[in-house]
């Protein structure tokens, strides 16, 4: 299994930016994936999880609910993060994560997952 994470930068507060996913190993359609962070000091938050499992689907923190989207394209094994009025408080180094669909997303981000990328550095800043 292997997780890469890629779309980070430097953004003004505000901005936007995409992240993407790709998944190698895994079938979409059994994994879940979930986004999460960690800044300088802090520990690491789970962000956001998108699940195929029928009674299931998306899944977000409430410190990112309507301004982050995931969203997956299970034809190129790739999820995306697309993140919309961007703050400084977002400044984290954003990974990309993968567990089998057992427990539902909300699980997931709070306890993590079994398989990790490395991460994509997102800095907001003016």
């Known amino acids: 299994v292997q997780l890469q994470a890629s779309g980070g930068g430097l953004v003004q507060p505000g901005g936007s930016l995409t992240l993407s996913c790709a998944a190698s190993?895994?079938?979409?359609?059994?994994?879940?994936i979930g986004w999460f962070r960690q800044a300088p000091g802090k520990e690491r938050e789970g962000v956001s999880c998108?699940?195929?499992?029928?009674?299931?689907?998306?899944s977000y923190a409430d410190s990112v609910k309507g301004r982050f989207t995931i969203s997956r394209d299970n034809a190129k094994n790739t999820t995306y993060l697309q993140m919309n009025s961007l703050k400084p408080e977002d400044t984290a180094v954003y990974y990309c994560?993968?567990?089998?669909?057992?427990?539902?997303?909300?699980?997931?981000?709070?306890?993590?997952?079994?398989?990790w990328g490395k991460g994509t550095q997102v800095t907001v800043s003016s």
């Open positions: 998108i699940s195929s499992a029928a009674d299931d689907g998306t």
């Open positions: 994560a993968a567990d089998l669909i057992v427990h539902r997303c909300n699980y997931y981000l709070t306890y993590g997952m079994d398989y």
């Open positions: 190993g895994l079938p979409l359609d059994v994994y879940a």
